[in-house]
């Protein structure tokens, strides 16, 4: 990776500016900063805006226009789609124990042991494990009086080992933690998989009813900012408490209307690459297909 000093004047000499007529910073300040001087925070970000770079796209090109390997490692993260997609889940676990080898870093170890728990969740086909790792980082960010983005992010993605009652507090503070961060670049795609985690967590543990509200804010997000699949997938969730209520033919609706939307999604884009690819958007609708039958099946049972 390249000095910062190196990337300013990288940076610089593309964009065509001379040192001298930097306002931001005096020249020899400068030239020593470019030559290897770390400089302080105020200079630094003062050098950024004036250069129109902000701080993200700064370090990217800084590793050669990639990603930091902590950044990579979260992104890898962030795209998983099957949380129990154990050959997926050891592949990260590969990656983050090599990166972990040589540097302590105590988020990207907290991300490694919920890979762990995804693990026990899909060894034992069920919710009800216990992992001493995520007990004590539930704890340690319950009782903070601020919570941060990825203390939020790490919440919602250990949810489903607690029970419903330990939740409902702990969602609605994250809640309204989370209104602090609604001026935070592209919030709303974190805020959307927050309500729709939080919903998911209540009809996996048979409280549907609690998923309407957090399913209802996530459909108008997605819709204001046009993230369709986010907004599929709330709308199809929200069959659940309809269903719960009563209204079986519009729940069934739901699910029907958001399975042929996707089927046809996969196909528009099957067409539109003309290549065979992964069926991604056919994936989600069979799963939604497979979890609503489970879940109907269930629902007999229990009545007869």
């Given at each position: 990776m390249k000095s910062i000093g190196?990337?300013?004047?990288?940076?610089?000499?593309?964009?065509g500016v001379k040192q001298s007529k930097m306002k931001s910073v005096r020249q020899s300040s400068l030239a020593e900063i470019e030559k290897g001087r770390v400089p302080s925070v105020e200079i630094f970000l003062n050098i950024l805006k004036e250069l129109d770079i902000d701080m993200q796209e700064f370090f990217y090109i800084q590793n050669d226009f990639q990603l930091p390997a902590r950044d990579h490692l979260f992104k890898l993260f962030r795209e998983q789609k099957q949380s129990l997609d154990e050959e997926y889940i050891k592949e990260l676990q590969s990656k983050y124990d090599e990166y972990l080898v040589?540097?302590?870093?105590?988020?990207?170890?907290?991300?490694?042991?919920?890979?762990?728990?995804?693990?026990?969740?899909?060894?034992?086909?069920?919710?009800?494990?216990s992992h001493d790792e995520a007990f004590e980082k539930w704890a340690d960010i319950a009782e903070r009086k601020v919570w941060y983005h990825n203390d939020i992010y790490m919440l919602t993605k250990i949810f489903y080992i607690f029970p419903i009652e330990q939740i409902d507090n702990v969602i609605e503070k994250a809640v309204e933690q989370l209104k602090k961060y609604d001026d935070f670049?592209?919030?709303?795609?974190?805020?959307?998989?927050?309500?729709i985690n939080c919903s998911r967590h209540y009809i996996y543990a048979g409280a549907?009813?609690?998923?309407?509200?957090?399913?209802?804010?996530?459909?108008?997000?997605?819709?204001?900012?046009?993230?369709v699949v986010l907004r599929l997938t709330s709308h199809y969730l929200l069959a659940y408490s309809d269903y719960l209520e009563g209204a079986h033919e519009k729940a069934q609706e739901r699910v029907d209307r958001t399975t042929n939307i996707l089927f046809s999604l996969e196909t528009l884009e099957l067409e539109d690459k003309n290549k065979k690819d992964i069926p991604t958007y056919e994936r989600i609708a069979n799963d939604y297909l497979k979890d609503w039958k489970n879940f109907l099946d269930q629902q007999k049972s229990a009545t007869k």
């Amino acid at each position: 990776m390249k000095s910062i000093g190196d990337t300013i004047r990288e940076i610089r000499l593309n964009k065509g500016v001379k040192q001298s007529k930097m306002k931001s910073v005096r020249q020899s300040s400068l030239a020593e900063i470019e030559k290897g001087r770390v400089p302080s925070v105020e200079i630094f970000l003062n050098i950024l805006k004036e250069l129109d770079i902000d701080m993200q796209e700064f370090f990217y090109i800084q590793n050669d226009f990639q990603l930091p390997a902590r950044d990579h490692l979260f992104k890898l993260f962030r795209e998983q789609k099957q949380s129990l997609d154990e050959e997926y889940i050891k592949e990260l676990q590969s990656k983050y124990d090599e990166y972990l080898v040589s540097t302590e870093d105590t988020f990207i170890q907290s991300l490694r042991d919920i890979l762990d728990i995804y693990l026990e969740i899909n060894a034992k086909q069920s919710f009800d494990v216990s992992h001493d790792e995520a007990f004590e980082k539930w704890a340690d960010i319950a009782e903070r009086k601020v919570w941060y983005h990825n203390d939020i992010y790490m919440l919602t993605k250990i949810f489903y080992i607690f029970p419903i009652e330990q939740i409902d507090n702990v969602i609605e503070k994250a809640v309204e933690q989370l209104k602090k961060y609604d001026d935070f670049p592209n919030i709303h795609f974190f805020k959307i998989a927050f309500f729709i985690n939080c919903s998911r967590h209540y009809i996996y543990a048979g409280a549907s009813l609690k998923s309407r509200p957090h399913l209802i804010a996530a459909e108008r997000l997605a819709k204001q900012h046009q993230v369709v699949v986010l907004r599929l997938t709330s709308h199809y969730l929200l069959a659940y408490s309809d269903y719960l209520e009563g209204a079986h033919e519009k729940a069934q609706e739901r699910v029907d209307r958001t399975t042929n939307i996707l089927f046809s999604l996969e196909t528009l884009e099957l067409e539109d690459k003309n290549k065979k690819d992964i069926p991604t958007y056919e994936r989600i609708a069979n799963d939604y297909l497979k979890d609503w039958k489970n879940f109907l099946d269930q629902q007999k049972s229990a009545t007869k």
